[in-house]
């Protein structure tokens, strides 16, 4: 239910930010894409760090470590040292555009970089459905 939360209010945020902003769209690019991208973005990264902390809090049994481990990540990503990462491994590298306006090379990492974030997702709820499963909460 939260991240359906989180879902409406960023379509709600960026539909506002049409609307009050009035940015400037190159002429072939869609609204619409852009829109279903930011949505994109929203949900990869609620989901790895929404899964994150709650396997982390299981393993330990603790949540404050599930809650820190989320938090250590977000800001070890946000740092130089993560925009030092292959830029399919850094979830906060979003398309890029070069000086033409035209997207950039690094555009297609960033979507192969959603497409890791989605493998660690699964990888993570896989972890988390079988430690469950062994303490016998599922």
Same mark, same amino acid.
């Given at each position: ?15 506002? %930010? ?16 852009? %829109? %279903? ?5 929203? *949900? ?19 949540? /404050? !470590?599930?809650? +820190?481990?989320?938090?250590?990540? /977000? ?22 555009? +070069? ?12 979507? *192969?970089?959603?497409?890791? !974030?989605? !493998? ?19």
């Amino acid at each position: 239910m939260n991240l359906l939360m989180l879902v409406c209010v960023s379509a709600l945020s960026y539909g506002l %930010f049409f609307v009050i902003r009035h940015p400037v769209i190159k002429q072939g690019d869609s609204i619409i894409y852009y %829109f %279903f991208i930011s949505i994109l973005i929203v *949900l990869m990264n609620s989901l790895i760090f929404g899964l994150l902390s709650m396997l982390f809090s299981n393993l330990f049994s603790n949540m /404050w !470590v599930g809650i +820190g481990i989320g938090i250590l990540t /977000w800001f070890s990503l946000n740092t130089k040292w993560g925009a030092s990462l292959p830029l399919p491994i850094n979830m906060f590298l979003f398309g890029t555009r +070069g000086q033409d306006g035209n997207p950039s090379p690094d555009a297609t990492l960033w979507l *192969l970089g959603k497409i890791v !974030v989605l !493998v660690l997702v699964i990888i993570a709820s896989i972890i988390e459905y079988k430690w469950m499963e062994k303490r016998g909460k599922v």
